[in-house]
């Protein structure tokens, strides 16, 4: 848990300048960055080393074979990591990209069937990345011809399953601020009805309006979050639930592309919500800034 925390902050303080209460502004409208796969990739391989890591100083207390199960997966990353290097032909990279992705799946499955609390989580780390992982490569290599809703529909899956991750997180850490709890509950619950909705099938502004919905309730935890004393592993966790929404959001109404003749030119810029960070000596500030 520690490294990963510490990890976190390097980033967070990478990626954004320290700024006064005053200087707190947001861009509205900023695109999000273009998924990238050797990210989400570096990700996995960090995440899998975490735990083999842990593993190791637990030695005694999870079956033997879990280690070299996780061994096989880095080196599949590995693997796939170098082909990226070397090779562009995407028959190639797919096939070792799906070859790896079953490895995840299976590691994911055996990890889960433990009924450990903090393999579950470790579990749901190394997901969580394999979804960007996804998401980052369904549209040049995985899935190219996938419709959108096909594309939407798996990541309104994930948007619920991290909604769901951040309440049960919320539940263990946080027992004072209710109206936290309440919040985190009320967008879980649109998150799972936007998932029900998608699924099966329903015209695009019942989605839209479905997903607005979504979108408030999220609003609404991000301002609880920032007014709360509650903790930076909370607010870590509501990265990752931001960036699936925002992934959701951009699917739901994509930026620049006027999609009914009645539609203005330029549609209002959207507000983001901004999960805002404070660390000792540093400053406060919020991301997206
Ligand atoms: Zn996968
Ligand atoms: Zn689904
Ligand atoms: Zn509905």
Redo the contacts with the bound molecule.
Sequence with gaps: MACYRAAFLLTAISIAAPATAQQRREIPNRQSPAPSAGRWLRQLANDLDHLQEDLFFERGKYPEGLGAQVDQVSLAVAHLQRVRLQTTDQRHQLRDFQEM?RK??QLVDTLEQFGDPWLRRQASRISYS??QL?YALQRKIEMPRANPRELLARQSHLLENVARDLQQLDERVNQRDRRLGDAIQEFADRTEHFHEVVEKGADTEHLRGDFQEVDEAWHHVVERLNGSKYGYYLRAAAQNVDRVHNQVHEMVTPHGRVTEPAAPRNPPPRRRPAIEFEIPGVGRFQIPQ
Excluded: A, F
């Design positions: 992705d995840v799946h394999d979804e996804h």
